[in-house]
């Protein structure tokens, strides 16, 4: 089993950048696909970004491509996502997520383990 544990979330204003961080219990990280979902109210949960075990590729939803960036340190057991350029769409609780298959899935029922998330709000 993986525990992931999400922090770096806040409140910060538009036009501005969060980093957050997910960082996950075990010695087998290196096995896994993580992923980057969130959830606004009254949405449904969206996928915003995936990276694959070795962190040579990466996939990104068009709503965050080129102001998103996922990053991985397998050594640290951790996942992050850079968040420039933040709008008020942006505004949702942000859930790491992990999958054993080397394949980033923009499913969030392909994904077996999840965080408790983090709540990103942008202000206008």
């Known amino acids: 089993q993986v525990q992931l544990v999400e922090s770096g979330g806040g409140l910060v204003q538009a036009g501005g950048s969060l980093r957050l961080s997910c960082a996950a219990a075990?010695?087998?990280?290196?096995?896994?696909?993580m992923a980057w979902f969130r959830q606004a109210p009254g949405r449904e949960r969206e996928f915003a970004a995936g990276i694959n075990r070795l962190g040579s590729s990466t996939y990104y939803a068009d709503s965050v491509k080129g102001r998103f960036t996922i990053s991985r340190d397998n050594a640290k057991n951790t996942v992050y996502l850079q968040m420039n350029s933040l709008k008020p769409e942006d505004t949702a609780v942000y859930y790491c997520?992990?999958?054993?298959?080397?394949?980033?899935?923009?499913?969030?029922?392909?994904?077996?383990?999840w965080g408790q998330g983090t709540q990103v709000t942008v202000s206008s």
């Open positions: 075990g010695r087998t990280f290196y096995t896994y696909t």
């Open positions: 997520a992990s999958r054993r298959n080397d394949y980033v899935s923009q499913r969030g029922t392909d994904y077996t383990y």
